[in-house]
């Protein structure tokens, strides 16, 4: 293996340890609140824009996952579909848009809604996770911040 590549997978390695390490408490919690909304008869979400819809798309419907997961896709902001790339991301530091994807999403008070944001600091993510838990849903966020 060439000397990039182990770079690379070594700072990738460490940022899973760092993770481990850092991160254990709030993922148990995480996984706790998922768990009694499921057993609650309640449902688990996930939302992201632009590159943060990519894990997003990752964990719904996919071979050995979690099939309980449900999307919520915003017009404009799914990475795949908006083009250019770069409308996406001035959709997503739109303010208000939250409230017209939240009003039309079959989100409900007892539900978990996993919000994923790279950055954890544009308007449609933040104003979205805002306003669900106004609503009574449990937010978990998943952030590089």
């Known amino acids: 293996m060439g ?11 460490e940022l899973l340890e ?12 995480a996984a ?3 768990a009694e909304a499921v057993t609650s008869g309640h ?5 992201g824009c632009s590159h943060s819809s990519l894990p997003v798309q990752d964990i719904v419907y996919r071979a050995g996952g979690f099939m309980l997961v449900n999307p919520i896709y915003a017009p404009g902001v ?3 579909t908006t083009r250019p790339t770069t409308l996406g ?14 009003d039309n999403s079959p989100l409900q ?11 954890g600091r544009n308007a449609l993510p933040v104003e979205f996770a805002e306003l669900a838990h106004e609503r009574g849903v449990t937010v978990i966020g998943l952030t590089s911040q």
Not at 109 to 119: M, Q, R, T
């Open 109 to 119: 008070p007892g539900d978990v809604l996993i919000v994923v944001s790279v950055a």
């Open 43 to 47: 449902s688990l979400f996930a939302f």
């Open 89 to 102: 991301s001035a959709m997503e530091q739109l303010p208000g848009y939250a409230k017209a994807v939240l």
């Open 3 to 13: 000397h990039l590549a182990t770079t690379y997978l070594n700072a990738v390695i």
């Open 78 to 80: 799914e990475a795949l």
């Open 32 to 34: 706790a609140l998922m």
């Open 18 to 29: 760092e993770v481990r390490d850092e991160e254990q408490e709030g993922l148990e919690a």
